[in-house]
């Protein structure tokens, strides 16, 4: 059974700092992996998908890597900004359906 | 082009009444997903539709719980009746492919038994 772990549960920085968020799973044989954000009270918003034959994938200021072999993959994000706020979720796809993990809570301060 | 919509957003229930969820998934998405997050835990998977068929419904707590995609379009969850642990937030996704593409979610249903 596939587990999903994010670290940290919660995360403060200064504004202009880059971050590195983290997941690990337990079962490398994945299809893709997604990372999400939700805003207090929202919807998931999809910010990035990495196959599972891929190491990474841009958009913007944000970097998403996935290393199968070691089960992780990484969400860096440049020059936070205060909007950047909210939880930011890693699932991990599988067959048909999705692993998510806890979360990240991200507070960027101005 | 419209995302991913749930009906309620929220509703408030007693324990032992009937509820129902809509979602309406993206136009042309023939899979369709309701996932749930409860008290805090991790979002689980619930089942995943292929048009109207079930392909898979393993993550289902119960009998008490039904969904449904007549016509392969919009999907119902039914709760009946209703407990207590059943209280959380149901979250419906769609996609155009069942693998190896973006999955979408709506702004979820939030549901409180009391």
């Known amino acids: 059974k596939q587990e999903v772990t994010q670290i940290p549960a919660a995360l403060s920085v200064p504004e202009g700092e880059n971050l590195v968020l983290n997941c690990s799973f337990t079962?490398?044989?994945?299809?893709?992996l997604q990372w999400f954000r939700q805003d207090p009270g929202k919807g998931l918003t999809s910010l990035l998908l990495i196959q599972s034959s891929q190491r990474e994938q841009t958009s913007g200021r944000l970097n998403a890597s996935l290393d199968k072999s070691s089960g992780r993959s990484t969400l860096y994000i440049a020059a936070s900004q205060p909007g950047d706020s909210a939880t930011y979720l890693c699932?991990?796809?599988?067959?048909?359906?999705?692993?998510f993990g806890s979360g990240t809570k991200l507070n960027v301060k101005p | 082009e419209a995302g991913v919509t749930q009906f309620p957003s929220h509703s408030v229930i007693e324990k032992g009444q009937t509820v129902t969820l809509r979602c309406d998934p993206i136009s042309g998405h023939d899979n369709l997903y309701w996932y749930r997050r409860v008290m805090g835990k991790e979002i689980k998977f619930l089942l995943h539709f292929v048009k109207e068929s079930k392909q898979d419904e393993s993550g289902m707590p119960n009998n008490r719980f039904l969904a449904e995609r007549t016509g392969g379009t919009y999907s119902t969850l039914k709760v009946q009746p209703a407990e207590l642990e059943d209280s959380g937030v149901y979250f419906c996704?769609?996609?155009?492919?069942?693998?190896?593409?973006?999955?979408?979610f709506g702004q979820g249903t939030r549901l409180t038994v009391v």
């Open positions: 996704a769609s996609s155009q492919e069942q693998l190896n593409t973006e999955a979408f």
């Open positions: 079962d490398s044989a994945i299809y893709n």
């Open positions: 699932a991990v796809g599988g067959f048909n359906k999705f692993y």
